[in-house]
């Protein structure tokens, strides 16, 4: 497992944009063997999938709820995972989580048990 870091969480009226980073605490590990994920959990509901990328940065899936709107990418030589969320809603409002699995990715992968790291979450609340 790796210990993962987020941040760029914050309070945006709706229709603003957060540009969220993810990266490994410890710098040793590298991130580029891992497919990384974007999850998050608004109040009173169960964690869901947000986003999720590949080991090279190829191939991604989205939510149909944040598809158009938000990108996930990642900079291998950095060692960072990115989520930018432009045109953001209120309902967006959630605890956002970067996750990782050193598995390959496959369309599907989108359940919390997929993946075996997680960050300690960040905050993103939309105002109407």
């Known amino acids: 497992q790796v210990q993962l870091v987020e941040s760029g969480g914050g309070l945006v009226e709706a229709g603003g944009a957060l540009r969220l980073s993810c990266v490994a605490s410890?710098?040793?590990?590298?991130?580029?063997?891992?497919?990384m994920a974007w999850f998050r959990q608004g109040p009173g509901k169960e964690r869901e999938f947000v986003a999720t990328?590949?080991?090279?940065?190829?191939?991604?899936y989205y939510a149909d709820s944040v598809k158009g709107r938000f990108t996930i990418s990642r900079d291998n030589a950095k060692n960072t995972v990115t989520l930018q969320m432009n045109s953001l809603k209120p309902e967006d409002t959630a605890v956002y989580y970067c996750?990782?699995?050193?598995?390959?990715?496959?369309?599907?992968?989108?359940?919390?048990?997929?993946?075996?790291?997680w960050g300690q979450g960040t905050q993103v609340t939309v105002s109407s």
């Open positions: 990328i590949g080991w090279s940065g190829a191939v991604t």
């Open positions: 996750a990782a699995t050193q598995r390959w990715l496959v369309a599907g992968m989108t359940q919390p048990s997929d993946f075996g790291s």
């Open positions: 410890n710098r040793l590990v590298i991130l580029s063997g891992y497919t």
